[in-house]
């Protein structure tokens, strides 16, 4: 498993046309996995084989959401809702060597805990749906 840590984008469709962001993100990772075949060949009882067969990835952000009103931060009530509906979405991945990755994906779980009541921590699991692209910058 290749594991990169960096910063998720969250691409929410802004529908109000106010650009909305993350309040802060504490962490953030991408984790690409190979599964793998494995075989032998029957005339040759030494060795057997084994070739790379899917990929799939996921990534993952522990972030803090302020919880105000007329902060123009993307909110709990959204994530809550992206989960519930299972919609898919957009994201993309800056690593740290410059490279960003993009991709759609989903909620696959979410957690909430609030240390007190202006500041809340949200972990988020996200579950890539399709290819995973790199994006080149011209």
Do not use: C, H
């Not at 029957?42 to 803090?64: F, H, K, R, V």
């Not at 919609?87 to 007190?116: C, H, K, M, Q, W």
């Amino acid at each position: 498993m290749t594991r990169l840590i960096g910063t998720l984008i969250f691409n929410f469709d802004d529908t109000d046309s106010v650009e909305r962001n993350l309040f802060a993100i504490k962490d953030s990772e991408l984790r690409i996995t190979n599964s793998e075949r494995s075989g032998a060949d029957p005339s040759d009882i030494e060795w057997a084989y084994s070739e790379p067969e899917m990929t799939d990835w996921s990534a993952s952000a522990t972030l803090n959401m302020e919880v105000d009103e007329d902060v123009q931060d993307i909110t709990q009530s959204e994530i809550e809702e992206l989960a519930f509906t299972k919609a898919e979405f957009p994201i993309s991945f800056l690593a740290p060597t410059g490279a960003t990755y993009s991709g759609t994906v989903f909620v696959r779980n979410f957690s909430i805990s609030s240390a007190d009541q202006r500041v809340q921590e949200i972990r988020i699991d996200l579950r890539g749906t399709g290819i995973l692209t790199p994006v080149t910058v011209t």
